[in-house]
């Protein structure tokens, strides 16, 4: 199949208003007989749902969580990017665009790109009507600050705690859509797979959590917006419900992930401290405003930190990008800690970590300032390690974070299957091979608020006079046994491992092979280590209970199965492109600075993977730059 | 380190539960609580026992999955912290911790220490929003708000929504969360055209989910993770008042 991405006509500025201008509206009327099932209630499903919901749609909406509140969207912390020019320094939506191009390290559409600029100014305006408290200044107008990999200030926040805002905005807002009828929220409902219909997408299989019970949903129209997958390294930044199998299964059924392998590690976690840790915890990039990142200049220096002189500390990130000092892009600041890290420079017990400093911050500003702007951050690292942050640095290291891979997409957010459509994190639409910070609020929102509810009328239109097969239709409860069976095979197993131990261990292999940087013997090496894994899995895993009852494990089990076979595409991916660009390093390419050496000629494209019983196939949408030549991009 | 969990199992909502003891050995002072569980529970499969059923998600104190009583307080023995964020470090070596799910009427339990909250979900539908369409708003910066009065708005947003206010009253009673969800909307411009009617909605939907009444002994207060402040129930009683005689 050729990849059509859509892409309107017209200049760059105009693409969306020319898009909007042509596209289907379909009447009020017709709109109440149209059902649309959202899979997933953060950011970009719940604004999904309820606008969907305003417009007249009717809406099911479906989490694995408690509640719609709990989506992780709830954990971003520092911002969201506008282009507003508030603070009056020189910003402009063509700077936002071409600073999130350059981010991505040229791997995304200019269109795309272009459009999430355009449209991040109504989204602020946006979030304030739905009563997010975003900062202030004295007078009353709103505040910004820095993110990295740009020099302007265009992040708005809340506090530390902007994730948790603006999805409790969202949350209240589907709340009220629950209220009136137009949204029926599910749950507690985990998705474990795609009905087609005639090769289009009509319904979805879910288990219901609490009684195990398995549940055909049709509908004109399915969403996923099941955010991230970087839950397959196992320690991650991610919640730990977190998980691919919605895309996986959608994957399976016809959908084509792009770019599986562009995965961001955060360079500021906090580092890992022993085996038996389930998560890395995030300390926000905005902390990169005020706080310095350094490791001892001597190796393996065992002083503490404060008795470490300033002439032997080494401020590398300053030293080596002194245009972005502390604040260059994340991939790049990830990077450059590993590096130090390996050459023996890492502090912390396990030698694994890189300080976060705020004495000159504290010594510039006040302790009042820093504790106004970050606090919550200081309160919360004291309370997992026990340290004072204002007395001593921050302890930190890089961890797996965000998938700027994904399903591919139109410019329509929807994805090779007709009638199947991906927003926000789950996509792979506008970040390219490298997310800018709070960037992935923006996205994620407009994709749910403004994008899709504009975009899928087009296909809603057409479906209008075509049937619309109800779960009584064969091919539900072909599915539907499917799903059972899939269920069945894993309780069988009855084998000797627990979930978590294969876990552990597909994390390791991903976490030396498949992260910060890849080479080819290594990937190589992946690609059997989790053909071994896979095998082992279906062989011994042991998961107790039964289907019928709430059972945590099995959902464990059910997930993982899935990663697993996501782990090989991603190392398959990384292993095809010859090239180091945005997160994604290869070792063999780079620059004799160390930077990454991106290949235009030949890898200037999207890789799109087709399913193909258990292999996978590669179609390539090559990127046309219009408006924009790659250049290398230096942050130096 | 080794410690003897006492957790509380129950199959289903229906049927009747106890407390059942377990000595975990090979913990250490590192892991999170919730890791603790998580290997127990590795031993547990091992054993070819079912799993203690019991709540996370984020395991970073935000999303308010997590919650249980522990050793008798609602997550657990310090104040304001998440169960995800308590350290094994806070207990010696040879403790017994009793670990029960939240308890109230209102949050019924679902199996061992997994209760039904969407209670509060339910409050929120009836008006814990501000009724505007997407693609209605005028520019951001159009309608000032003063950094006290947007700082306070973002003090009662901060609610994480896990329960432990609820589970900590004697009375059971929400009225820590329901305030704040009130206040956080009706301190704020946007939210004024439906404070009262929001307040009558959310407090009539309050008290139909069966919590109970608000002593003010600030048992709340002390377990809340976001540190929610009691004055958010004195400023709610002071709106019913102005509701009684607006609406």
């Not at chain 1, 989506?71 to 700077?95: F, M």
């Not at chain 1, 399915?222 to 930044?237: D, E, H, M, P, W």
């Not at chain 2, 002072?29 to 984020?58: G, P, Q, R, W």
């Amino acid at each position: 199949m050729k990849l059509n991405s859509k892409i309107p006509e017209g200049r760059l500025e105009d693409k969306w208003k020319n898009y909007q201008v042509k596209s289907q509206l379909i009447n009020p009327a017709n709109k109440k007989k149209l059902n649309i099932i959202v899979v997933g209630s953060g950011l970009s499903g719940a604004g999904a749902a309820a606008t969907l919901a305003e417009l007249g749609y009717d809406v099911q909406c479906f989490c694995y969580q408690d509640s719609a509140r709990r989506a992780h969207s709830v954990a971003a912390q520092g911002g969201i990017n506008a282009a507003k020019n508030y603070q009056h320094d020189g910003d402009s939506i063509y700077r936002m665009f071409y600073d999130t191009l350059k981010g991505g390290d040229f791997r995304s559409r200019e269109a795309n790109t272009y459009r999430l600029a355009e449209l991040s100014a109504p989204l602020i305006d946006h979030f304030v009507q739905q009563g997010v408290p975003f900062a202030r200044e004295y007078g009353g107008v709103l505040v910004n600050r820095s993110f990295g990999g740009v020099q302007v200030q265009r992040t708005f926040y809340a506090r530390g705690q902007t994730g948790q805002q603006l999805l409790v905005a969202a949350y209240s807002q589907l709340s009220k859509m629950i209220r009136a009828k137009k949204v029926e929220m599910l749950p507690r409902h985990e998705i474990l797979d795609i009905v087609l219909i005639d090769g289009k997408a009509k319904g979805v299989i879910a288990r219901d959590l609490r009684t195990g019970e398995i549940k055909s949903f049709a509908a004109d129209a399915v969403v996923l917006a099941t955010g991230g997958y970087s839950r397959v390294f196992r320690l991650s930044t991610l919640a730990i419900g977190c998980n691919g199998s919605a895309i996986w299964k959608a994957h399976k059924r016809g959908a084509y992930f792009a770019a599986p392998s562009f995965t961001q590690i955060h360079p500021t976690a906090l580092p890992q401290s022993s085996d038996a840790q389930s998560k890395l915890t995030l300390m926000s990039e905005s902390l990169r405003n005020d706080g310095r990142i350094w490791v001892p200049e001597k190796k393996d220096d065992d002083r503490k930190a404060i008795d470490i002189p300033e002439e032997e500390r080494d401020y590398y990130l300053e030293r080596r990008y002194p245009s972005f000092g502390n604040l260059a892009p994340r991939d790049i600041a990830s990077r450059a800690a590993k590096e130090r890290i390996d050459a023996g420079h890492g502090v912390g017990q396990l030698r694994n970590a890189v300080y976060l400093d705020f004495k000159h911050a504290i010594k510039t500003f006040g302790k009042d300032v820093i504790e106004d702007r970050y606090g919550n951050l200081f309160s919360m690292y004291e309370k997992i390690t026990g340290i004072n942050a204002y007395k001593e640095p921050m302890k930190i290291s890089p961890a797996a974070h965000f998938s700027m891979g994904g399903l591919w997409v139109d410019y329509e957010l929807m994805t090779t299957i007709p009638g199947l459509y991906a927003i926000g994190e789950c996509n792979y639409s506008d970040h390219g091979a490298n997310r800018l910070g709070a960037n992935s609020l923006l996205q994620t929102s407009i994709d749910g608020y403004f994008i899709l509810p504009n975009t899928i009328n087009n296909y809603l239109e057409g479906e209008l006079k075509e049937n619309h097969p109800g779960i009584e239709h064969p091919e539900f409860s072909k599915i539907e046994n499917e799903v059972k069976g899939h269920i069945k095979k894993i309780l069988m197993v009855n084998g000797s491992r627990t979930v978590d131990d294969f876990h552990r261990e597909l994390g390791k292999v991903m976490w030396q092979e498949c992260a910060m940087s890849r080479n080819k013997k290594g990937l190589a090496r992946a690609i059997v280590q989790i053909k071994t894994i896979r095998e082992e899995f279906w062989r011994d895993v042991k998961v107790t209970g039964n289907e019928n009852e709430m059972n945590t494990e099995l959902e464990k089990a059910l997930r993982l199965a899935d990663f697993i076979d996501l782990a090989a595409l991603m190392c398959k991916d990384a292993l095809q492109r010859d090239e180091s660009c945005g997160a994604h390093f290869r070792e063999e390419y780079q620059t004799d600075e160390g930077e990454a050496l991106r290949n235009d000629e030949d890898f200037a494209y999207v890789s799109s993977w087709e399913y193909n019983d258990g292999d996978f196939i590669l179609h390539k949408e090559q990127l046309e730059f219009e408006y924009e030549q790659p250049t290398v991009r230096n942050y130096k | 380190m080794k410690v003897t969990f006492k957790i509380w199992r129950q199959d289903s909502p229906e049927s009747k539960g106890a407390l059942k003891i377990y000595e975990t050995d090979g913990l250490t002072e590192d892991m999170s609580f919730l890791e603790a569980l998580d290997h127990l529970n590795e031993t547990l499969v091992l054993n070819n026992e079912k799993v203690i059923a019991f709540e996370y998600d984020c395991r970073e104190g935000i999303c308010g999955q997590c919650g249980v009583f522990i050793n008798g307080r609602a997550h657990g023995p310090h104040d304001h912290l998440t169960t995800c964020q308590l350290h094994m470090r806070s207990f010696k070596d040879g403790d017994t911790i009793v670990v029960e799910p939240w308890r109230a009427s209102s949050f019924p339990i679902v199996k061992d220490l997994v209760v039904d909250r969407s209670a509060f979900d339910r409050i929120i539908e009836q008006g814990g929003y501000i009724t505007a369409k997407t693609g209605t708003a005028p520019e951001a910066n159009a309608i000032l708000i003063p950094k006290e009065i947007s700082d306070s708005a973002m003090d009662a947003a901060a609610c994480i929504g896990c329960g432990a206010c609820v589970a900590a009253c004697k009375n059971a009673s929400a009225a820590l969360f329901t305030s704040a969800k009130i206040n956080h909307l009706n301190k704020l411009p946007q939210g004024y055209p439906e404070e009262h009617k929001r307040f009558s909605d959310m407090t009539a939907q309050m008290e139909l989910e069966g919590f109970g009444s608000c002593t003010f002994t600030a048992a709340c207060e002390v377990e809340c993770p976001a540190e929610i402040s009691i004055s958010n129930i004195a400023e709610m009683n002071a709106r019913y008042m102005k509701a009684k005689i607006y609406s």
